[in-house]
């Protein structure tokens, strides 16, 4: 059973991800983005917060800095945060094979999710991999910080600095960031992409984004958090077509201790570029064979059937 | 004794109400610091539209309630007067919304749900909680672009004619309805809407409906969308495929559980 589905899901993934297959794709790694080192990810994330020290950035008429614009993640693939061995036996997959990649995981140095032992068993193309459904391929948002790293992006900043809306091509997904203080959202409203809240610290733009239903996975391998995971992203301008992108992910539930993510969002520039409408659930025939082969949708108790 | 009360009450009245007359004329709407009408917020309207476009009675699950068309009728060809029939027959499957797809454009602007607007010199985008729908209009000054295209929220293109935003909408399916009673329209679909702000917290949303395969000319509804000013209020999520999905699996698991 599992060998079939994983064709499968292969197969479905495939079709699913066509348009996300650029970032994929890690031949394509820059060797320099910003001036700074692609070789690792860490070696790029240690260079950029040097370069956001010094960097100014184009700003908004009221001061801020200036992050409008279509972005693409650059040193990402969405097969696995921790990164895919040369040696790795998927890279020769016949129908979707895999590409070699150094992790996205700057924090802990060796590059690996700390997971309790229970949830290391599940991720890390674990029991989630083998049977459990992506639920990306229900039509769902890929979920944060997925989004970030798959297809085009656009980030609006209304000029009244209320709210930063970032917008992504990827499943019709957009992410509403309001910023500074607004009253607190019960633990029991959750959403998909969860709700966020923003801030500036110095030309860093915070997202703290909490009421998430953990569902989402960060990657084709099925790593995870769960509905008690807050996320802390870091938005910073290190040259004037670069974002440095960070995210901290805290879940007492899975991990042992918080842990860290990088890489760079670069301006897209071919010019009329614009999102286009990626529906996805209109024209979707694949998961009645998926549930057919046995997949199924989420591993434990939903937080919703509790 | 008679005459002299009326005649005072009218001196009070010609009294209040003398030095706000500009202000009732011009009620004041917040604007964007370029000075166009300030649409930004969470909206939603209080009209029984997305149950039927035109004048109908309660029914069960169904609160009555007055037609939003302008005229009362929708100017159907004589074949599509038969297909709205029929689709009025089979609702409760044959609508596109219970399978949990995007409600297509104007249908989406008129769910019980709220939706929120966001602004910059470019663009006016419009989030919605219901399927997490996204309308990226662009005030740019872009055309748009060539077809044939065939989104599901089609494509939007706006510009401001005085404070009045104005979008112009192409490039729709045939798949998508214009409310739960079976009005509907084909991939011909094109859509003029203008947003009036006529206070600070109420838009006029007018849209004309043009659609030569469907209908005999073009047609308008007007409504109303209301601000929601809940202190605490945010644009949640309600998306309905997911949410058959997420019963799906819970129901799976039970069984083999």
Partial sequence: MHRGLATIVTFVAAMAAAASLAAAQESGRPRVIAGCPTTDNLAFHTCALQKAKTFNPPRTASGRPNLQGYWRGRLTQAFSVEGVPADDPLIKDPIMPWVAAPPEVIEPADGRIPYQPWAAAL??????????????????????????????????????????????????????????????????????NGLSRGRWDGNTLVVETANLNGYTWLDDSGNFYTDTARLTERLTMIDPD????????????????PWRLAWALVREKEPGFELIEEACREGERSLGRLREQGARFYFGVPWRFR | ??????????VAALLISAPRAGIAQAPAIPRMPDGRPNLQGIWQVLNTAAWDLQDHSARLGVPAGQGVVDGTEIPYQPWAVKRKQENFAARATADPETKGYLPGVPRIMYTPFPFQIFQTPTHVAMTFEYAQGVRIIYTNGTPHPEGPIEWWLGDSRGRWDGD????????????????????????ALHLVERYTMTGPDHITYEVTVEDPKVFTRPWKMTMLLYRRKEPNVRLLEYVPGLLMEEEQGELERRKTN
């Fill in chain 1, 123 to 192: 991720g890390r193309r674990g029991v989630n991999f083998k049977e459990y459904i992506d639920p990306r391929t229900t039509c769902s948002t890929a979920g944060i910080p997925r989004l970030a790293l798959q297809d085009a992006g656009q980030i609006l900043q209304p000029p009244t600095e209320d709210h930063i809306l970032w917008l992504h091509d990827d499943h019709h997904q957009f992410r509403a960031i309001a910023m500074g203080q607004r009253p607190a959202v019960g633990r029991d409203v959750k959403a998909w």
């Fill in chain 1, 242 to 257: 670069t974002i440095h992108y960070e995210v901290t992910l805290e879940d007492p539930t899975v991990y042992t201790r």
């Fill in chain 2, 1 to 10: 004794m008679r005459h002299g009360f009326s005649s005072s009450i009218l």
């Fill in chain 2, 164 to 187: 009045t935003l104005v979008v112009d909408v192409v490039h729709f399916t045939d798949q998508t309805w214009l409310d739960r009673a079976g009005n509907f329209h084909s991939e």
